[in-house]
């Protein structure tokens, strides 16, 4: 447990996906956010949530919501059907499409996390149910726009995966690209993967 008058710092992208965790697991616990009584308030614990944003009405959050909105749709437009090929995507591509994915969602999280965050500290303010509610919404329209990425590098046949997983220009990312194909057997078509998440109920396991 944190002591009272904790201050949590969350400059980082993985600082803010393991906040996100902790905040997930008390939530699942305790039966959600919106079943806690008083007692299980994050009493004495202060988000230091100033690296984020300033403010729940910080004009900043709202301009990255919409920029990830409108990022989500072009990224999709640009890659979509470039990457299940024959013969395998070139991995100058993979790692252009990566480099360009991870700014999304990292930018994504960090809006999402200030609103888990936000709310959980105090959950019985309306108003932050009701930014969570939208922060939560905006991610799911980005998981569904860019959900054929790893959809369709599931798809690439093996021989000409690896090339791409072990070139130089991908190293960054060898373990993302590795341990996706691993799920290739359980993996739903799109239109069905899109339904699931868009009934997932918190943004927080859209990624």
Not at 102 to 127: G, M, P, Q, V, W
Not at 144 to 168: H, Y
Request: aromatic share 8%; net charge negative.
């Amino acid at each position: 447990m944190l002591p009272p008058g904790s201050r949590i710092d969350v400059k980082t992208c993985r600082d803010r996906i393991e906040l996100m965790r902790f905040v997930q697991t008390f939530e699942d616990d305790e039966g959600g956010a919106g079943g806690r009584s008083d007692s299980l308030q994050a009493t004495g614990i202060r988000w230091d949530l100033g690296d984020l944003y300033s403010s729940p009405g910080d004009p900043q959050l709202q301009e990255d919501m919409n920029w990830c909105a409108e990022e989500a749709e072009s990224f999709a437009k640009a890659y979509r059907g470039r990457i299940d090929v024959p013969g395998g995507p070139k991995a100058q591509l993979i790692a252009e499409v990566l480099e360009r994915y991870e700014t999304l969602i990292d930018k994504t999280y960090k809006c999402l996390s200030y609103a888990r965050l936000l709310h959980s500290a105090n959950s019985l303010e309306a108003a932050h149910g009701a930014l969570l509610s939208r922060v939560q919404e905006n991610a799911t329209k980005v998981q569904t726009s860019v959900m054929f990425l790893e959809l369709d590098w599931i798809a690439v046949e093996e021989k000409d995966a690896k090339p791409v997983i072990s070139s130089p220009l991908c190293a960054r990312w060898k373990h993302f690209l590795g341990s996706t194909r691993r799920y290739r057997p359980h993996t739903l078509s799109e239109k069905e993967e899109i339904i699931l998440a868009e009934k997932s109920p918190t943004g927080s396991k859209a990624f």
